[in-house]
């Protein structure tokens, strides 16, 4: 069975919990594993090392510095399925950032994410 741990910051406020709440209902059923800052997503993807090919990691990246945070611990996602969700549009700097993460699928924090559980679930089934 597929896993996903979920990297949402505790920090990340109202717009995570709407994130949160919107995979919650369109991924039933699905084991998810919440983390709530970058050291337990590491942790927790340490511990699913046997299952990596079950394992499926979305990135919710409030803000920059978050993004930083994980590219420090990149090696530690290499050869994962990444999908990541960004903090803004118009940022060279993220892209650039964003594309050495090889992530299968990346949105932004103002969409309402429904394409992106359309991927999780495609990724989920096979």
Sequence with gaps: MKKIILFVDRSSGEKGRFFLKVIQKRLPGIKMQVCRSVTSCVTEINQTKPYVENLIIVFFTDNDD?????YEKKHIFQDKKIVMVLPQKNN????AIVHRFFPRYFTFMDDQYGDLCDVLNKMIVQ
């Design 92 to 95: 060279r700097e993220i892209s």
């Design 66 to 70: 978050r993004l930083d945070d994980l």
